[in-house]
T-cell receptor
């Protein structure tokens, strides 16, 4: 089945520690995204990538880093510089290009990150 | 400043009746709008979308209406079913060149359908 896989589902971080959230897709999508959801809030964009080896900051990129070495993978690292990392993190992907422009983003099932 | 607003945090409806979820936006450059449904601890699931060149799109029990002059869209669910109980997010996307195809989301409306 085609889809987006996020792992782990639950993750705990100690103070001063970096943690990496995995996101893999087999939908052959060019674009991938990371969002953060806090209670009672909508989804806010952290980073996005439209092509391999290229990515752009979203609205709340501070304290996060990403890489896009393969089309299928877009891992997110939550660094110790992120002072309020407790949240639900969602990865998404979509097609790119004029012909497929009006296509929805598809989401994984998320990773919940908590601080120990 | 919120560019996509869902002003009703919650909505309660009886089974079989119509559910109407509302969304307002401020950026007239948005050209594609989507509704997602989300259950707790899961990712959002795409429901229905509409391009800015249309004013209505229908898919089974779900219809989305777009009023560009009012910068307002709504999602109608008819008839509502208990399984529709979830959080519904409205999202919008700007034209090419602005954050790629990334979406801007409202804060969501929690729909509860009672039997």
């Amino acid at each position: 089945d085609g889809g987006i896989t996020q792992s782990p589902k639950y993750l705990f971080r100690k103070e001063g520690q970096n943690v990496t959230l995995s996101c893999e897709q087999n939908l052959n999508h060019d674009a991938m995204y990371w969002y953060r959801q806090d209670p009672g809030q909508g989804l806010r964009l952290i980073y996005y990538s439209q092509i391999v080896n290229d990515f752009q900051k979203g609205d709340i990129a501070e304290g996060y880093s990403v890489s896009r070495e393969k089309k299928e993978s877009f891992p997110l690292t939550v660094t110790s510089a992120q002072k309020n990392p407790t949240a639900f993190y969602l990865c998404a992907s979509s097609h790119m290009g004029v012909r497929v422009r009006n296509q929805p983003q598809h989401f994984g099932d998320g990773t919940r990150l908590s601080i120990l | 400043d919120q560019q996509v607003k869902q002003n009703s945090p919650s909505l309660s409806v009886q089974e079989g009746r119509i559910s109407i979820l509302n969304c307002d936006y401020t950026n007239s450059m948005f050209d594609y709008f989507l509704w997602y449904k989300k259950y707790p601890a899961e990712g959002p699931t795409f429901l229905i979308s509409i391009s800015s060149i249309k004013d209505k799109n229908e898919d089974g029990r779900f219809t989305v209406f777009l009023n560009k002059s009012a910068k307002h869209l709504s999602l109608h669910i008819v008839p509502s079913q208990p399984g529709d109980s979830a959080v519904y997010f409205c999202a919008a996307r700007g034209p090419p060149g602005e954050a790629g195809t990334a979406l801007i989301f409202g804060k969501g409306t929690t729909l509860s359908v009672s039997s």
